[in-house]
């Protein structure tokens, strides 16, 4: 069965300091894969998403991830973190067959930004 | 605009109860889904639907019931409501049902069960 494991429940950087999110998957097939960002009472919104391709992609708020299928890890990095990074992330394998669109999500981590 | 909308934000019940929540986009998808966030913030899908048909049905108590009048709307009704419905439930959409379709999430309705 397809699941997500994310590590690290909590991580604390201080502001200006890199960042790496772990997360492992464990799918038969090529994996879809997402990060998502949850704010305080937010939903949830996209960072970036693998697919095929190049493996280190990029995404939106100077995120990016890396694919390495020998590790079936899928790692959320940014070189600076800044104080509204903070906030709840999510890795996110998306079901390829029966077209149903699932997703299963990891546990979270929860980044919390020093000043 | 908001792409995703859920009413209520906040529905605070007591057990027994019957509430709904109701769920609206306006980005054209053909697919809406449920999920269940529980306190340590696990993400659960529930249902999907798919141009106003069921595809996704997980282990889910038969007190909940998904309704999608339109493809722009998907609600859920919670029968007989119990603490452990006590939750953040978001509403998503995506353009195909594939897993590699982009969702788009709500901003969540907490529901708290007294």
């Known amino acids: 069965a397809q699941s997500v494991t994310q590590p690290d429940i909590h991580i604390t950087v201080s502001e200006g300091a890199s960042l790496e999110l772990r997360c492992n998957y464990s799918?038969?097939?090529?994996?879809?894969l997402f990060w998502y960002v949850q704010s305080p009472g937010q939903g949830l919104q996209l960072l970036l998403k693998y697919f095929s391709g190049d493996t280190l992609v990029q995404g939106i708020k100077g995120f990016e991830a890396e694919f390495k299928r020998s590790q079936s890890s899928f790692n959320l990095r940014k070189p600076s973190v800044h104080w509204s990074d903070a906030a709840e992330y999510f890795c996110a394998v998306g079901h390829g067959s029966g077209n149903t669109g699932k997703l299963i999500f990891g546990q979270g981590t929860t980044l919390q930004v020093k000043p | 605009d908001t792409a995703v909308s859920q009413t209520p934000k906040y529905l605070v019940t007591q057990m027994g109860n019957d509430k709904s929540i109701k769920c609206e986009q306006n980005?054209?998808?053909?697919?809406m889904y449920w999920y269940k966030q529980d306190s340590k913030k696990f993400l659960k899908i529930m249902f999907s639907y798919n141009n106003k048909e069921l595809i996704i049905n997980e282990t889910v108590p038969n007190r909940f019931s998904p309704k999608s009048p339109d493809k722009a709307h998907l609600n859920l009704h919670i029968n007989s409501l119990e603490l452990g419905d006590s939750a953040v439930y978001f509403c998503?959409?995506?353009?195909?049902?594939?897993?590699?379709?982009?969702?788009?999430f709500g901003p969540g309705t907490r529901l708290t069960v007294t």
């Open positions: 998503a959409s995506s353009q195909v049902a594939s897993g590699s379709g982009e969702q788009y």
């Open positions: 980005l054209g998808h053909d697919t």
């Open positions: 799918y038969g097939a090529t994996p879809y």
